[in-house]
Structures are given as C-alpha cells and as structure tokens.
Nanobody, 114 residues
C-alpha cells in the first residue's frame, strides 16, 4: 500500500518559492506526525522539517525561517512551503511518518538554479 505521495517539485531560480505536497494515506494521517526529508545529490537523506499530528512543527537550522509545514485535514495532505530557495536546497524531497517503519514514496525533485 502506498502511504506517502510527494508532489510539487520543479526547477526554480534562487530566491524563488515552491510548495510541496505530501498526500498521506487516511490510515496514517490523523495518527502520526510527518517528517520531510531532503536528499541532496550524492548525499544521504536527512530530516529537515517535522510536524506532529497536533500541528507542532520543528525545523532544521538550514531551513528555519524559510520553510513552513502545515496540514490540511480535509485533504489528508501535509504541505511544505519553501521560500527564498537557494541552490543548497536542491535535492529530492520525501515525506514519511515520524514513528514506525513505512515504505517510501518516490519523492519529488527540487532544483534551484539560475
């Protein structure tokens, strides 16, 4: 079963914005927090944003003040609003549950380049 489906990536110039979406299976959405992960080219995947089922969010220092996560309970979707993007934000973005072991979605590619 697919539990996470990411979308919204693309090519954007430095200073631009993107909004990523993470569609979460109904089974999970109301019960687990969600991590957003980023995997830069040639590097390991790392958590950059967390948002709990009660909308408590936390951010890695690399994105704090530029990225915002929020949940839409009517759509079982967690969003990641990314502003003032830099080339260092380039990578594949994934979402997954904060607890438990769940299969990964395909991710969505974000490329920040002029």
């Amino acid at each position: 079963q697919v539990h996470f489906a990411e979308s919204g990536g693309g090519l954007v110039q430095p200073g631009g914005s993107l909004r990523l979406s993470c569609l979460v299976s109904e089974r999970l959405f109301r019960n687990v927090g969600i991590n957003w992960w980023r995997q830069p080219p040639g590097r390991q995947r790392k958590v950059i944003v967390s948002i709990t089922a009660h909308d408590i969010d936390s951010y890695d220092d690399s994105v704090k003040g530029r990225f915002t996560a929020f949940r839409d309970t009517s759509k079982n979707t967690v969003y990641l609003q990314m502003d003032n993007l830099t080339p260092a934000d380039t990578g594949v973005y994934y979402c997954n549950a904060m607890t438990g072991t769940w299969s990964w979605g395909q991710g969505t590619q974000v490329t920040v380049s002029s």
